[in-house]
């Protein structure tokens, strides 16, 4: 037989657990199902001094475990699962778990966030997982007492070259303007450490290394400066790709209006979708913000929306 909920959740980041605080609150007995990767972004992330309540700063999986202890306390039951096909054309709401299992729920609010691009450069495809990487906090160790390059000018990309900073012996911090695009905070913080060196007006173009059978070994990386055209070769260990993210909506896609970049359309200030029962909180439908604290702020918002939706059946 299959089930019927009143609240799924999709998505295991601040934004889905702090939806399940409310909703389990509010009575909704919501069932998270976290999917592929819980905790989201912020179990990528070093550190995050933004987020209210923890005056030293906290790491980002400590965190988003914090988050989720306080939902699970609160009510919620968490399913380690993946959503993997909705119909959202009447409710209930049929959606299928793990390509096997159905569920009906009378409303979904969904918070599968984003995850991070790729330069998607041809050479880049053959060092993915061997030198090359989207997340410091996983592989940094990797490089200890060698020389790195992360790419990007965002706020990710200064906290990533900071953290490597303490590991690595030099970072390389490429950048395709010349202004970065950071908060001055990190601007200030990596001007201030004399292992990261600024690389600016660059454009990554190629990743160079060594390939033998299985054995694949970065050893630079050549840039282009926008500027004068002229190439340069970094010589280094490992990369660090950091220039942002895309949102994590495929399973949407001719169900829900997306924008142009795929985030999912909710409507003002509020989590609504363009199907009532529908909810998005986070970073899957924020291109604006995409901070910790707003995706939180959002999920609850989303709770609360879904709460009055019933209520007023
Ligand atoms: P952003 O979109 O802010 O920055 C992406 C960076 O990558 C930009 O500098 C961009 O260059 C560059 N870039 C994009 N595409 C390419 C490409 N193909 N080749 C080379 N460079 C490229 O993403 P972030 O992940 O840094 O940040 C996302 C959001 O999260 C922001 O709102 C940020 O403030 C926030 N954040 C906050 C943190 C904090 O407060 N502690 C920590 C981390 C993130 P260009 O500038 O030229 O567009």
Redo the contacts with the bound molecule.
């Keep these: 037989m299959s089930e019927k909920l009143q609240c799924l959740i999709i998505g295991a980041g601040p934004a889905g657990y702090t939806a399940g605080i409310y909703a389990s609150r509010a009575g909704l007995k919501p069932v998270i199902y976290e999917g592929m990767q819980p905790g989201g972004q912020l179990t990528i992330?070093s550190e995050?001094?933004?987020f209210p309540g923890y005056p030293e700063g906290e790491s980002g999986t400590v965190i988003v475990e914090d988050i989720r202890k306080q939902a699970l306390h609160c009510g919620a039951e968490i399913r380690s699962g993946e959503v993997t096909k909705v119909d959202f054309s009447k409710r209930p709401f049929r959606l299928v778990i793990d390509y096997e299992r159905e569920v009906f729920a009378e409303t979904v609010i969904i918070a599968t966030g984003a995850t991070a691009?790729w330069?998607e450069l041809e050479s880049e495809s053959h060092y993915r997982g061997f030198g090359v990487s989207t997340c410091a906090t996983c592989d940094g160790n990797f490089f200890k007492g060698k020389i790195v390059a992360v790419?990007?000018?965002?706020?990710?990309?200064l906290?990533e070259a900071h953290y490597l900073s303490k590991i690595a012996a030099k970072v390389y911090l490429v950048?395709?303007?010349h202004q970065f695009?950071a908060?001055k905070a990190m601007q200030d913080r990596i001007h201030k450490t004399p292992n990261i060196e600024p690389v600016l007006d660059a454009?990554?173009v190629e990743i160079l290394g060594e390939r033998q059978g299985f054995s694949r070994q970065v050893t630079g990386l050549r840039v282009q400066n926008t500027k004068t055209d002229a190439f340069t070769d970094l010589a280094l260990d490992g990369i660090f790709v950091?220039?942002?993210?895309t949102p994590v909506t495929e399973l949407f896609v001719g169900q829900l209006e997306l924008d142009a970049h795929g985030y999912i359309k909710t409507h003002g200030a509020r989590p609504l979708t363009n199907i009532p029962g529908v909810f998005a909180a986070g970073d899957v439908q924020d291109p604006h913000?995409?901070?910790a604290c707003t995706a939180a702020a959002s999920g609850c918002k989303a709770a609360i929306e879904a709460e009055r939706f019933l209520a007023n059946e």
Excluded: C, F, K, M
């Excluded at 790419?151 to 990309?157: E, L, P, Q, Y």
């Excluded at 950091?242 to 993210?245: D, E, L, S």
């Design positions: 992330t995050v001094e933004n691009r330069l790419i990007g000018g965002g706020d990710t990309a906290e950048h395709r303007r695009r908060s454009v990554p950091a220039i942002g993210v913000y995409r901070q």
